[in-house]
C-alpha cells in the first residue's frame, strides 16, 4: 500500500516544474520584450541621430543659401546702384548737354537776329537811299522841267497844256480825285495817272485849291513819316509856306503822320490809315510853241 503523503509529495513535483517553466518563459518573454524594447530604442536613438544630422545638414546648406542669397542680393542690390547712379550720371550728362545745345541755339538765334536785323538795317537804308535818290531826282528833275517852262514862257509859249480832266493853274496841272483811300493809295493814284500828291508852295496856290476843297478833307502831299515833326512834300521840298490850323500840328495819339487839307483849306495832320473820299494831284502843265514861231513856218 502506498503512502497517502508519499503520494501527496509525488503528487507536489510536476506542478513545480510547471511553474518554473512558466518563470522562465516569462523571464525570456521579459528579455525579449526587453531586447525588442531596447532594439526599438536603439532604433529610435539612431533614427533621431540620423534626423538631427540631417536637420543640421539641411541648416547648414540652409545658412549657406541664405548666404548666397544675402550675397547675391546685395550684388544685386550694389549692381542697382551702381546703375541708378549711371542711370543718374547719365541723365545729368543728358541734361547738360540739353542745356549746351539750348544755350548754342539760343546764342545761334540770337546771332541770326542780329544778322537779321543788320540784314533788315541794310535793306532800310538802302531803300531809304534809293527813296531819297529817287526823291532828289525827281525833284532836280521837276526843278529842270520849272526851269525849261521858265524859259519857254519867257520866249513867249504858252505853259498850260494839262490832260484830260486836269485843271490848269500857273503852269501846273491839277488833279481832283475821288474815291476812299488812304494816303498811300491816293498817293499811287496820283502817280498812276502821272502826277503825285499836290505840293503847295504859294498862298495864290492855296486859295485856288480852297476853292475845290472837299466838306470831309482831301490827301495832300505832305508828311513826317521819317522823321517825327519835320514834314516834306512830294517833290523833297520842306514846308516854306504853310497854312496850318490852329493846334496843328499836334501828332494825336502818336500816329499823324500824314496830312490833310480842311474845307477851310487849312491843314491837319491825320492817321495814314484812314480813308477819305478825295485826294489832289499836281504836275507841271506843258508847253505849245508861241505863236509867232508857228506863223514863221
Known amino acids: 500500500m502506498v503512502d497517502p503523503q508519499s503520494q501527496g509529495e509525488g503528487f507536489s513535483g510536476p506542478p513545480r516544474k510547471r511553474c518554473?517553466?512558466?518563470?522562465?518563459?516569462?523571464?525570456?518573454?521579459?528579455?525579449?520584450?526587453?531586447?525588442?524594447?531596447?532594439?526599438?530604442?536603439?532604433?529610435?536613438l539612431v533614427w533621431h541621430w540620423d534626423t538631427l544630422e540631417n536637420l543640421k545638414q539641411l541648416e547648414k546648406a540652409a545658412a549657406r543659401n541664405v548666404s548666397q542669397v544675402a550675397k547675391d542680393l546685395q550684388r544685386h542690390q550694389?549692381?542697382?546702384?551702381?546703375?541708378?547712379?549711371?542711370?543718374?550720371?547719365?541723365?545729368?550728362?543728358?541734361?547738360?548737354?540739353?542745356?549746351?545745345?539750348?544755350?548754342?541755339d539760343s546764342k545761334f538765334s540770337q546771332y541770326l537776329d542780329?544778322?537779321?536785323?543788320?540784314?533788315?538795317?541794310?535793306?532800310?537804308?538802302?531803300l531809304n537811299e534809293r527813296r531819297m535818290a529817287s526823291d532828289e531826282l525827281k525833284r532836280l528833275q521837276e526843278e529842270v522841267a520849272k526851269l525849261r517852262i521858265e524859259l519857254q514862257v519867257s520866249n513867249g509859249s504858252?505853259?498850260?497844256?494839262?490832260?484830260?480832266?486836269?485843271?490848269?493853274?500857273?503852269h501846273k496841272c491839277y488833279y481832283f480825285g475821288k474815291g476812299a483811300k488812304k494816303w498811300i493809295q491816293a498817293r499811287y493814284a496820283c502817280e498812276d495817272l502821272g502826277g503825285r500828291l499836290v505840293s503847295i508852295h504859294s498862298r495864290e496856290e492855296q486859295d485856288f485849291l480852297t476853292t475845290r476843297a472837299n466838306k470831309k478833307g482831301s490827301w495832300i502831299g505832305l508828311r513826317d513819316?521819317?522823321?517825327?515833326g519835320e514834314f516834306l512834300w512830294m517833290d523833297g521840298s520842306p514846308v516854306g509856306y504853310s497854312n496850318w490850323y490852329p493846334g496843328e500840328p499836334n501828332?494825336?495819339?502818336?500816329?499823324?503822320?500824314?496830312?490833310?487839307?480842311?474845307?477851310s483849306g487849312e491843314w491837319n495832320d491825320a492817321f495814314c490809315r484812314d480813308y477819305l473820299d478825295t485826294w489832289v494831284c499836281d504836275r507841271l502843265?506843258?508847253?505849245?510853241?508861241?505863236?509867232?514861231l508857228q506863223d514863221g513856218f
Open 225 to 228: 513819316v521819317f522823321v517825327e
Open 20 to 44: 518554473c517553466r512558466r518563470g522562465t518563459l516569462l523571464l525570456v518573454l521579459g528579455l525579449v520584450t526587453a531586447a525588442m524594447w531596447a532594439g526599438l530604442l536603439s532604433l529610435l
Open 78 to 104: 550694389s549692381d542697382q546702384m551702381a546703375q541708378k547712379s549711371q542711370a543718374l550720371q547719365m541723365v545729368e550728362e543728358v541734361k547738360a548737354e540739353q542745356k549746351r545745345v539750348k544755350s548754342q
Open 114 to 126: 542780329r544778322l537779321r536785323e543788320d540784314l533788315n538795317t541794310l535793306k532800310s537804308q538802302g
Open 251 to 263: 501828332n494825336h495819339d502818336r500816329g499823324e503822320d500824314c496830312v490833310l487839307m480842311k474845307e
Open 158 to 170: 504858252m505853259c498850260n497844256l494839262c490832260p484830260k480832266d486836269w485843271v490848269n493853274f500857273k
Open 285 to 292: 502843265a506843258s508847253c505849245e510853241p508861241p505863236t509867232t
